[in-house]
Nanobody
Framework: QVHLVESGGGLVQPGGSLRLSCAAS????????MSWYRQAPGKQRELVAS???????NYADSVKGRFTISRDNAKNTVYLQMNSLKPEDTAVYYC?????????????WGQGTQVTVSS
């Protein structure tokens, strides 16, 4: 069974840093792309960053230069290092992957971790 478990969220002042972790299990982690999404109150869920199995990386324009996504295949974990945090980064952050079984793709989400940027 696939599980994605996020951790590392919390309350931080503007300009501060947090590192989110997503521990994955139940699939061949190293073979699949992993992503971080976020959803702020009253807004749609949006892609923050993604990293493929070959470590090709993509960022939303709003976080480029401040956030860094990485993966540790030995630990089945994907990270999101968030620096220079802004109040507008406040959201629930979700870990995401999409897995293939024969001809079918299935999406999986973690439970989310709250990030609040406030003084």
């Amino acid at each position: 069974q696939v599980h994605l478990v996020e951790s590392g969220g919390g309350l931080v002042q503007p300009g501060g840093s947090l590192r989110l972790s997503c521990a994955a299990s139940g699939f061949s982690f190293s073979s699949y792309a992993m992503s971080w999404y976020r959803q702020a109150p009253g807004k749609q869920r949006e892609l923050v960053a993604s990293i493929t199995s070959s470590v090709s990386i993509n960022y939303a324009d709003s976080v480029k230069g401040r956030f860094t996504i990485s993966r540790d295949n030995a630990k089945n974990t994907v990270y999101l290092q968030m620096n220079s945090l802004k109040p507008e980064d406040t959201a629930v952050y979700y870990c995401y992957t999409k897995l293939r079984n024969l001809a079918r793709w299935t999406e999986y989400w973690g439970q989310g971790t709250q990030v609040t940027v406030s003084s």
